[in-house]
């Protein structure tokens, strides 16, 4: 009994050691893919409720899948337009099916209230609740909604409009350059208004509120810089260069650790963690997505998941 407690003692002495060296830092050298249900491609977010299910994700076909563990896989969540059938879109990555299907590109959750906030390339900004089914649209009328990112404090919601000129059927055009004319965007659901925060962006991703609400960071992979609009304090109402990404940041995403950050880095496939100074404190290769891009990196329980617009599943890296 007494050699065992000594043995157990010496144990626990070694592992702190080791965690104290770096040993068990996370390298994310493990790769699992989540596989959509057949046809289904492109998820381009993934997001996490508050009880930690998930992830949510949206798809090319316009709906909206949650994740529901390994037995089940993927089922069907949301949708995004009042005229989608199941038997005429799912499956389809036809844009020009857009307007009937939708294109749900973005989605956040209000973890105070539960609602899911979606951004859709045809439908604008939308809300649904936890249990699903038709989102409602709240505001309409853009070129090409994508970023969302929703600060629970307040409930105010954060978007990024792409363009005031082309939309998401633009873009798979050849010879297609983007222009600098998107924009940050801000929706306050008690006025139910937008208002626009930043205009002449190239390339907008999507935005992330800092987690002490301070500032939002807005990637731009065009010029390959985030920029930080503030919040509060003296400098609030302005803006000013986060970082220099040497790469095109697509989605920025809070990481676990408060006060830091995970940038996608489209073209590099590579997920780097940045802390609130723009010190780049990891970078994780994210090698299956080499030739597909990296359109978010979101961390949860000592995981990274990884959303493409080319890909049929969610990477998910752990160590
Ligand atoms: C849905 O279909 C109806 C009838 O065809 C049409 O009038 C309406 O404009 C469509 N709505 C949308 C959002 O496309
Ligand atoms: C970011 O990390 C650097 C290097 O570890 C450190 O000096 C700096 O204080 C950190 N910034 C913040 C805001 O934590």
Redesign the pocket.
């Known amino acids: 009994m007494k050699t065992s407690c000594s043995l157990l003692v010496v144990n626990l002495i070694v592992w702190f050691l080791l965690l104290g060296s770096g040993v068990f830092s996370s390298d994310y050298k493990t790769f699992n893919k989540l596989v959509l249900p057949p046809t289904a491609t492109n998820p381009r977010s993934a997001a996490f409720d508050r009880a930690g299910e998930g992830p949510y994700v949206t798809v090319a076909d316009g709906r909206i899948l949650k994740w529901k563990g390994p037995a089940t896989g993927f089922v069907d969540f949301a949708y995004t337009s009042p005229n989608r059938t199941k038997k005429f879109c799912d499956g389809t990555d036809d844009l020009d099916l857009g307007p009937i299907c939708g294109r749900p590109v973005a989605l956040s959750f209000n973890y105070k209230t539960s609602d899911i906030y979606i951004t859709d390339a045809f439908f604008g900004l939308l809300v649904v609740g936890f249990n699903g089914g038709l989102a409602t649209q709240l505001s309409g009328g853009y070129k090409y909604l994508s970023g969302i990112d929703v600060e629970s404090f307040t409930g105010n919601v954060y978007m990024t409009d792409a363009s005031l000129t082309y939309d998401i059927r633009n873009l798979a055009q050849s010879g297609f350059k983007p222009d600098s004319t998107g924009r940050l965007l801000k929706y306050d659901p008690r006025t139910q208004r937008v208002t626009i925060l930043l205009s002449g962006l190239a390339g907008v991703g999507g935005p992330t509120v800092s987690s002490d609400r301070k500032y939002v960071l807005v990637p731009e992979y065009v010029t390959k810089k985030i920029q930080r609009y503030w919040l509060q304090g003296p400098t609030k109402d302005t803006n000013d260069i986060f970082m220099t990404v040497f790469g095109s940041p697509n989605n920025v995403k809070r990481a676990v650790n408060d ?1 830091e950050f995970w940038v996608a880095v489209e073209n590099q496939g590579q997920g780097l963690r940045v ?3 723009a ?1 780049i ?1 990891q970078t994780v290769p994210l090698t299956e997505f080499f030739d597909a891009s990296v359109d978010v990196v979101q961390e949860t329980n000592d995981a990274l998941y990884v959303g493409s617009s080319h890909t049929d599943f969610v990477g998910v890296y752990t160590n």
């Open positions: 006060g802390n609130g100074s010190m404190l």
